[in-house]
T-cell receptor, first 109, second 113 residues
């Protein structure tokens, strides 16, 4: 069974710090990797996608992918209280999106 | 441009009743997905439509769940008869092509009592 593992948290960081969220996946055939942000009671919102090894930066967000280690991470620089949410890692190979359980991030003002 | 919309946002029904959830994908998106999140668990795939055809329904829990996408536009997911374990949030997502980002609707929170 294909799995996506995330630390459920909560991960607490002070405002202005870097938040680091990690995700591992079991299917070596995975090709597409996504990070979604979900506020309580809301739907998942896509914030980053990454398809090849290395780093991809978008504003305060950086996604990192290492296919050899089957590892994908999300860095949030200059964390803000508004970044407090659950972050879902999702992976796709030849199957539909498989989600991790999510990591709850709390940014303390 | 309108996003993925789902109706209703909440539904409370008794065990044994029938409920139909609706999803309107983003216009022009051929791919439509249904997912479900049960309390404390991860979001799990239910099925995938490409236009009006079921591409993958491996995640459907049992034959009490029936999904349709007539004409390749909106989709419905019917649960008949509903059981207590069907409670959860049902998400619909759409994407223009397979492999690209999927955009989610706001979800339908189903509570079976």
């Amino acid at each position: 069974q294909k799995e996506v593992e995330q630390n459920s948290g909560p991960l607490s960081v002070p405002e202005g710090a870097i938040a680091s969220l990690n995700c591992t996946y079991s299917d070596r055939g995975s090709q597409s990797f996504f990070w979604y942000r979900q506020y309580s009671g809301k739907s998942p919102e896509l914030i980053m996608s990454i398809y090849s090894n290395g780093d991809k930066e978008d504003g305060r967000f950086t996604a990192q992918l290492n296919k050899a280690s089957q590892y994908v991470s999300l860095l949030i620089r200059d964390s803000q209280p508004s970044d407090s949410a659950t972050y879902l890692c999702a992976v796709r190979g030849n199957t539909p999106l498989v989600f991790g359980k999510g990591t709850r991030l709390s940014v303390i003002a | 441009e309108a996003g993925v919309t789902q109706f209703p946002s909440h539904s409370v029904i008794e065990k044994g009743q029938t409920v139909t959830l609706r999803c309107d994908p983003i216009s022009g998106h051929d791919n439509l997905y249904w997912y479900r999140r049960v309390m404390g668990k991860e979001i799990k795939f239910l099925l995938h439509f490409v236009k009006e055809s079921k591409q993958d329904e491996s995640g459907m829990p049992n034959n009490r769940f029936l999904a349709e996408r007539t004409g390749g536009t909106y989709s419905t997911l019917k649960v008949q008869p509903a059981e207590l374990e069907d409670s959860g949030v049902y998400f619909c997502a759409s994407s223009p092509t397979r492999g690209t980002e999927a955009f989610f609707g706001q979800g339908t929170r189903l509570t079976v009592v």
